[in-house]
């Protein structure tokens, strides 16, 4: 008895990477689009929150009363003195300064500053430049200034702040 033997041939199939691999893609674009939706709704709260704060502390910043710096509010400019020195005679001094004063709100405040000014202008005609060089004679400087300043001041002068000083 003979059998029938039929070979039967087993076809090994490929693996289908079209639709797995298309669903990758499907599933990857689905998942860009969700995170960029979530992100674009988290911003737009996170916006409008940080304006609700700043509109918030900009009210804040309004109802609370402002006080003044009373040192700022003291300070009165005097006019730039320029003039030539004691020694040698063709050299020249620049000055620009103010003072710190009290009761600025006075009446003869704007002539105790012109008065003060050419204070300093007389003294500015007396010195020579030895005296002034260095740390030690703009030290000596300044504070016969601010001694010249207090006595026309009768005391109401504070400080003597000297923005420039050139000599040429």
């Known amino acids: 008895m003979a059998r ?21 893609i499907v599933g990857l674009l689905v998942v860009t689009l969700v995170a960029v939706g979530g992100g674009w709704v988290i911003s737009t709260q996170t916006y409008a929150m940080a304006h609700l704060e700043i509109a918030k502390a900009q009210k804040e910043e309004e109802t609370k009363p402002r006080t003044a710096n009373k040192v700022l509010s003291n300070l009165l400019e005097l006019t730039p003195i320029v003039t030539n ?11 620009e300064a103010a003072v710190v004063i009290d009761n600025p709100g006075q009446a003869d405040t704007d002539v105790l500053t012109r008065e003060i000014t050419g204070d300093f202008l007389s003294y500015l005609r007396t010195i020579s430049i030895a005296q002034i060089q260095g740390a030690i004679g703009l030290q000596h400087l300044r504070q016969d200034l ?19 000083l050139v000599v040429q």
Do not use: C, D
């Open 146 to 164: 601010m001694e010249r300043a207090s006595i026309r001041s009768k005391g109401r002068v504070r400080e003597l702040i000297i923005h420039t």
């Open 4 to 24: 029938n033997v039929s070979k039967v041939t087993v076809k090994e199939s490929e693996p289908k990477h079209g639709p797995s691999f298309l669903m990758f």
């Open 85 to 95: 020195m004691g020694a040698p005679e063709e050299a020249w001094i620049r000055l």
